[in-house]
Each structure stands twice: as C-alpha cells, then as structure tokens.
C-alpha cells in the first residue's frame, strides 16, 4: 500500500471490508465478539435511522465509530445526546483523503452524566467533498465542539455552516496559504 | 455679558454631549497578554464596563507548532521527543496516551513491570506539573511563598524522574512497548523518603495558603461553574472534577494497571475558583498514596519493555486513547494506513477544551477577580496551541 492511500475509502462495499478489517487487525479476538454493551448502543442508533443512513465503521471495547451523511448528521447528533446520553465533544478532528476527494470530519462524544457510559467514546464522523467543503456545524447540539470546530475550519478548509465565527484561530493572523493539514501542503523542506 | 451667556449655553451643550454616551463610549478594552507576565503565551481581549468585564474574547496560537502535521512526516518512534515540547513539565503524561495508541494500532504488548514503571512515572510526573501550575498561581494571587515554596519542592520529583530517566524535564520515556529503561538501584527507598517528605509538606501548603483568610476571599464564591455548565462546555480535569462530577480517566476507564490500584476520585461541589484551586491538591495528597501503592505492588524483576522490530507498524486502523494528565483527559487519534509513520494525529489536550470555559466565566465576573479565575482554569497555553 502507499503511503498516501489508507485502506480502501471509495464506495460502501470497501467501507465495510474496511471497518472488518480494522476490527481483525486491532485483535483476533475482536473477530468473533462484538462487545454486548457497546452493540447494544450503536443498535439503538441504526434502529432508529436505519442502515442507509449509519454505517458501521466499528464496534469495539469502549470505541465505536460511525459514519452518517452531512444532511443526517444533525437528526442523528440530536439523538445520540437526547436518547443516549453522549453530552460532550471530546474532540473534533478531520482526515484529508485526497485520494477519494473527501475530507471526514470525527466527533468524538463522551459522557459524564451516564455513569455506565463513561468509559465509552463514540466516534460519529460524517465526509464531504473535498473541493466544496462544507458541514452543517454541531455547536447548537454540543457547545463544547464550538473552538474544536474552528480549529477544523483553519486546519482543514472545512466551512461549518452556522458556526459563529469561520475564522483564524490558532495560525497567524496573516496566514496567507492553503489548510495546513490538508495533504498537498508541505512542510518547508521536506 | 452676551459673551459669558454664550460661554455658558457652550458648557451646557458641552454637558449634554457627555450624557450622551453611549454603551460603547463607556467600555474600554483590555488586551491581556501575550506579553502580560502573567498570561503566558496566550492572549485574550476583554472589554470592561467600569469594574466588570463584559466581553472576552481568547485568542491563543503564539505558540502553535503544529505538533500534528510534524507527526505525519516521522515514524511511530521519531515522534516521541517532538509531541512532549507542547508540555514539557508533563511531558510523561502526553507520550503516554501516545504510546496507548501505538499500541493498540500495532497490536504490541506491555510487560506487567513496564506498565508499573510507566504508571510510576506518570504519578511521579502530574506532582511536577501540579507544583509548577500551584507556584504560578501563588505568585499571581501576591502570594510569594507560595511560589518559593512549590518551586522548591518540584525538585523532588523532577530528582526523581532524572534518576529515572536521565532528563529533567523532557523526559521521552514512554515509549510504544514500555518504558525506556528500568529503575535504578535504591530508587524504591529514596521515593518512600522523598514522597513521606512531600506529604509533610502538603499540611504545610495547606496551612500557609489554602486556608489563608485573604486567599479564600479572593477564590471563594469566584467564577462559580455549575454542574450543568461544566458537563455543556465539556470542561476536564481538575476543572470538571471541582463542579460536583468525580470523573477521573484513571477510574473512568482504567489503563494499564490502573485497574488494579485502589484511590479515590478527589472531587469537590462548590465550583468556585477555591475548588478549582483545592481539587489539584487532593490530587496531589492521592497521588502519593498512589506511588506508594505502586512501588508496594510492583513485580520485583521482569521486563520493561517489548522488543519491537526498528520501524513499528500496523494495520491499517485507528485508534483513539486518553489518559488523566496534569490538566484532564489527554486524548490521541491516531489513523494509521499501514506504513510506519502515522496518517494523521490529532491531540485533544485538556487547556483547549477548558479554554472554552474562559469566556464563560469572565463575563459578569470582575476584572480583579480575573487572574484567580484564569489560573484555576489550570490552563497551558504552548499544550493548547499545540
């Protein structure tokens, strides 16, 4: 594989030859066992909005992860606060793939209410195209993605609509080049 | 006569024009920092109406080194010394949740001694931060002892961690797989001492600062957080842990052998800047009971470290782990497509997401109280820059 190209991003059928194989990779016994709790929770988010609209990336120990498309990602964030009970952004980071021409940007939601879901971080993660980025923004459902999404905005060109303030925040003030944690921008020299 | 009657009607109008100001006549902006001694490398604008400040505006990246985009150039190894400048005086505690990840995504193991040391250093390392965020808040609330003496006491551990690991401060010693080297000879005993020392120490803060009568007045009753606020701006650390929620990721979610050391989450109710202040503290004090637990059960030989073949990959695959730092949850996400250097990481450091709580705090608060509340954020400008 090279090093620019991760495992298979085109399509839903690579998708989940994806998420099953970074579920054999991390450990054999994974394979076999999806762990009760953790089933039992990201069941609850496809019954509810069935297996078109979330896909599966993986369910494992204390990590499950996601996939939802932009117009979704509001419904299903709503839903994962008011049902579940994930009442916080822990964090929020976004991946370049140029290779497919999409950027995916990850929420990952923790819990401090829940008791039973404090070991528990659920990875909702939504694509966009990489050339028109834009998403709607998450900081009406978690106030806590409100700096974490700024940052995704000057790092990675990724417009949330909605959002406040789409602006500088940790680069300098005259920042005159592309997204930095975008592939095609490199570090001087290197 | 027409002439003075002229200079008065002048002087009314004069008069009316000052009554007339408006909202944004009366507010006059404040820039703190970024070379305000006491901000450190970071700035916030706040706009203050008379004694109140009413708008706050933080704008940090003076130190911003993008950590994550170097992490994408070098392997797995390469990286260990780089992602520990963002905070040097813990810097055990950010290499740790590094190595979790590494190791989850390339499937390596670590020997039971090697988890030992790791959780020792890691103890031994919190203590050095929380000194040095202690002394700075001391000294920024006119306290001069407090600054002294923390400082001081600091070099207790920061000896420790030399004899430990060879460096005072950068220490790069965790390392995917374990530890980088084992514990020297006569260590346990000297720790015992120091840390019995230490505790001694601690009645000593407490009496001098903590239940200093101006000290109280100036943090109690400050910048209050409430319980639903804190879980809403997703604060961490010491900062969630003193607005009522004991949530600790040592006992959250246990790594390592965490899970089989006996310690108490260290909580407080009140939310205030006191209890912000307090929680580090009792920190401290379960901290030692934790390295005395540690050194107590620690296997008496065994390895330190896995062997790893020169350049560690994986899988394609990713991970996210975190661990309780100096200043909250530490998280890592890591992607990995399968070649030994990483596809991108991303750090999820506790001063960015308590950064958030700045502005929350501030405006409505008064500008005096400002350096008690920015202080307990227990915030780290060159860590949330990163």
Partial sequence: MSSDQPAGQNGSEQKKAESNHIQTSISKKDEAIIPEFEGDLINKIVSRFGDKIVQVIYIRPGRSKILVPPNEILQVASFVRDTLGFDHAESVSGTDYPKDNQIEVIYHLGSYSVDKLASQVLALSTRTDRNDSRLPTLINIFKSAEYHER???????????????????????????????????????R | MDNLEQKFNETIKMGLEIVKETQEDRLMTLSVGPQHPGSGHFRFTIKVDGDYIVFCDPDPGYVHRGEEKMSEYRNFIQNIPHLE??????????????????????NIQVPLRGQYIRALASELNRQVYTLYWLAIYGIFLGHSTMFMWPMGDRELFIDLLEALTGARVTHAFNIPGGVRNDIPEGFKD???????????????????????????????????????????????????????????VRKAEPYDIYSEIDFKVQYMKTGDSYARSMVPFLDMKESCQIIRELLDKMPKSGEVRTKLQPNPKGPPGESYKRVESGRGALGYYIVSDGTPKPYRVKISVGSFRNMLALPFLLIGSKLADMPSIYWSLNYWPVEADR
Wanted: aromatic share 12%.
């Fill in chain 1, 151 to 189: 940052e995704t905005f000057e790092m990675l060109g990724v417009y949330f609509e909605g959002h406040p303030r789409n602006e500088r925040f940790l680069l300098p003030e005259d920042w005159a080049d592309i997204p930095p944690l975008r592939k095609e921008f490199r570090i001087k020299g």
């Fill in chain 2, 85 to 106: 400048r963002p905070i040097i005086h813990d810097s055990t505690n950010i290499t740790y949740s590094y190595s979790l990840a590494v190791e989850e995504l390339a």
């Fill in chain 2, 190 to 248: 000297r720790c015992l001492r120091q840390v019995a020392y230490f505790e001694k120490r601690l009645v000593e803060y407490e009496d001098i600062f903590y239940n200093n009568p101006l000290f109280r007045q100036r943090t109690e009753g400050v910048g209050i957080l409430t319980k639903e606020d804190a879980v809403k701006l997703g604060v961490t650390g010491s900062v969630l842990r003193a607005s009522g929620i004991p949530f600790d």
